[in-house]
């Protein structure tokens, strides 16, 4: 009889055992979590690694275990601030249970709030970055150009959903509206944040509503 074949041993794979992949996302978040909230308040190009990773407690050498290079982690804070302010807009604009245009003004009441909370000191990720395009890489510019298209085609619906409610004129530009909006918000927000005050939201908030309401004003009239 031909003796029996001894039972095939599983082959070792080379190279180092894997790490538990739970813990590499967990840290990984809290590296964009923290550097998102550091650069709604100051300069990409005057924040160095150290202070972020300093915050989390991080050694430098592991930086690029999560990350390629400082500029592929500006683009994934880019990426992350965009999907939860998208989210933060959505939540405002879709509250079919309050008209359209005063789910507009909640949302301003909301960021301005945010920024009261923080005195002031943080504003908006996507809008500090596009001050500094000049000193950033070239790849940043298309990317943060996206958001506020996005951003403006969220305002943009929440504005028709207005006109078809009535509140504002038919022949309004929606999209043209919605483009000023956060050309003249961006402006209101920087603004707030050097005098460390409400008063530029304030201001830009009230003209704005202003120029939405004054046709269906003079309409009536």
Known sequence: MTPAAAPSQPQRKRGRPPKDQTAVDATRTHLVRAGVAILTEKGF???G???????VGIPKGSFYYYFDSKTAFGLTLVDAYADFFARKLDRW???ETRPPLQRLRDFVADAREGM?????????????????MGALPEVFRDRLASVFRDWEARTAKCLRAAQAAGEIADNLDCD?????????????????????????????ADGYFKLLETPVQSRRM
């Not at 509206?177 to 201001?203: H, M, Q, T, Y």
Request: with cysteine; net charge negative.
């Open 45 to 47: 190009s005057a924040v």
């Open 49 to 55: 690694l150290d202070e972020i990773l300093s915050s």
């Open 93 to 95: 604009f879709e509250q």
């Open 116 to 132: 009261r909370r923080h005195e002031f000191r943080r504003g908006c990720l996507v809008g500090n970055l596009g001050q500094e």
């Open 176 to 204: 043209r509206l919605a483009s000023f909006f956060w050309i003249g918000w961006e402006g209101a927000v920087l603004r707030a944040k050097l005098e460390r005050s409400p008063v530029a939201l304030d201001e830009f």
